[in-house]
């Protein structure tokens, strides 16, 4: 990467004439500066004696020198052209003509002859065959032989007869002959083989360069001389396309070829290392890069390069790739600390909101129709259901909810929030949004709990139009998709049959920073208050992991988002939920039941309402006092807390109960629980769960049914 000044005409006219090509085969190196350099001489010397013989009015003689400077021209043109052996062939003629006519005309001791003897050296480096070469050396041979006799005629000898005469000059001229040709031979067969090896040197170099992985290029003046087939892979060119030598159509960046220049050429580097830069293709993308220089002579920019190119776009991918997982391992370990911390406020509150349901309820129960305290108590009870309503949403955010799972058909949970009151409150909220359903008419089913669908489809539903509240259109659709392999989206989905549920809209969509943290609890860009609890999208994100699930998010500025719920697909058929009963179709008949549950506002509520049921209680503050009980009683049923601090909790009360009850009766009564605990408690025998907080009716319900 250098700017050395341009090479003068007279360089330039040099390198023409005595450069050797860079892709001259290897048996033309030493015929093409001999040729050039013989062509080049004769050309000279014709050209000056034209002007003498003009002079001295020798006609024929100024007529055959122009001749023979036409054909030195056109054997150097034919040599530019790489006609080597056709030049060559020309000149040996030529000169042979030549000497043969200067002898004739101005006697053999003229010295012309040797001009023909001194072409034996020469054969041997003529790029022809060898049987060509021994040819021509034969009539080399002859025609000297042949001028030899003519003089010998004409100039007797008497010291000899003329057979011993005749007999000495052919001895002599093929002793000359065959020293000289045996001499250039053995010369020319040491070069070859010294060429031969040099060749293979330079094929295996270059099988080397053009099998490496590395790009590399030599580049002298700001122009690459010479490039691997991997350096014209990496920026763009087919193999056998003519690739710009330009250097900075590939490295636009002059200023720091600038400074390549300066530390290789002024300062004398020996390396210059640039390890994060990048080429443009011929396409004008960019390719990520490592390069490295060295310069073949520092401080001398004549000298030019070798410019080593790696690509790392695979490492940079690798690296983005690690960063976005560090980004969504870090992103699930704050969803994991915060639904912990969910949880444990989830746990107390519904301590405290088993009060506030069930007594209103109670209540209400035993006052007349036109008491002046029902209003009051129907707003603290219903006041305290949406209280229950945020405290699911924790807890399923926490993951730790304990969820009734069954068969479910999503295609119905879509169509009854379409035709629910909450759905009409947000038609009538924002008049300006339109939804419109896609429903895949063979969606498979998938297994979860219906009330957490149907609140997620609620949630998407809302985040929807919400972000569209001027106006445009929420789309809610249903699919089923097989995914042969992993898919990274938002997270990484595996491999597998899924049930899709797609809900999108045509607002603004989000900023990628935004996408980051949209999952995370109470972060939202509306206003706080007016669009819900900060909990929705949060709670989505919980119902997917609790069924097994994922969620892909898609979103552009100014092209609206979608939200993709993968689930797991089922092959069963779907259940149908049962009508809501009343009460009074669920009462007991004297049966008994113990209460076991660490808190006590949670035992004099259980308590009171199963009397109101009918059944007779008793009530106990732990597992121990449970076992303790049972050993000198029995009961028909246990309503057993999970979590009952410091001493042991349900699953091993129920069990310890178990050894001396085998078939004792059990509900698990839980709102926050590790939910392999009460799957081990209903493995024991335990007949349901009933979840907490819970009203007069789902108290009844359960425990019907655990009776039955």
Known sequence: ??????????????????????????????????????????????????????????????????????LDAFCLFLNHRRQHALAFGLWVTEVAFHSSLCALAYGWDSGFQYYILSLTVFVFIAPWKQAINILSLCLLMGTYLALNIHFQAASPSHSLSPFL?????????????????????????????????????????????????????????????????????????????????????????????DHVRQMAYRIGQSSIDLPDTHLVRKDGTHLPC????????????????????????????????????????????????IGTLAGGVAHDLNNILSGVMSYPELLLMDLPQDSSLRTPLETIKKSGEKAAAIVKDLLTLARRGVPTRQVADLNAVVTEYLGSPEHAELARYHPGVRFASVLDPHLSTVTGAVAQLGKTVMNLVSNAAESISEGGTVTIETRNCILNSAHTGYELIEPGAYTVLSVSDTGQGMATKDMERIFEPFFTKKVMGRSGTGLGLAVVWGTAKDNGGYVDVISHPGKGARFDLYLPSSRQIAERDREDEAVEKFMGNGDHALVVDDVAEQRIVATGMLKKLGYRTDAVASGEEAVAWMANNRTDLLILDMIMEPGIDGLETYRQILKTHPKQRAVIASGYSETQRVVQALKLGAACYLKKPYTLLEMAKTVKKALR
């Open 290 to 337: 490592h390069i490295k220089i060295r310069p073949l002579t520092p401080k001398d920019a004549s000298q030019g390069a070798i410019v080593a190119v790696m690509d790392i776009s695979e490492l940079k991918a690798a690296e983005k790739e690690k960063q976005e997982l560090q980004a969504k391992i870090q992103r699930s370990e704050k969803m994991e600390a």
């Open 1 to 70: 990467m250098d700017a050395a000044a341009p090479p003068t005409y007279r360089q330039r006219l040099f390198r023409k004439l005595f450069g050797i090509p860079f892709d001259l085969p290897g048996r033309y190196h030493r015929y093409f500066i001999a040729s050039n350099f013989m062509f080049v001489f004769a050309l000279v010397g014709h050209s000056a004696f034209i002007p003498i013989f003009w002079v001295l009015g020798a006609a024929h003689v100024f007529f055959y020198n122009l001749l023979c400077v036409i």
């Open 165 to 257: 005469e005749n007999s000495a000059d052919i001895i002599n001229i093929a002793v000359n002959f065959v020293v000289l040709g045996y001499m250039a031979y053995q010369y020319s067969r040491a070069s070859e083989k010294a060429q031969q090896a040099l060749e293979e040197s330079e094929k295996t170099l270059k099988t080397t360069l053009a099998a490496s992985p590395v790009g590399i290029a030599q580049v002298k003046d700001r122009k690459s001389q010479w490039t691997n087939e991997t350096m014209i892979s990496m920026i763009g060119y087919d193999s056998g396309e003519p690739v710009d030598p330009d250097i900075l159509r590939f490295f636009p960046d002059i200023a720091k070829v």
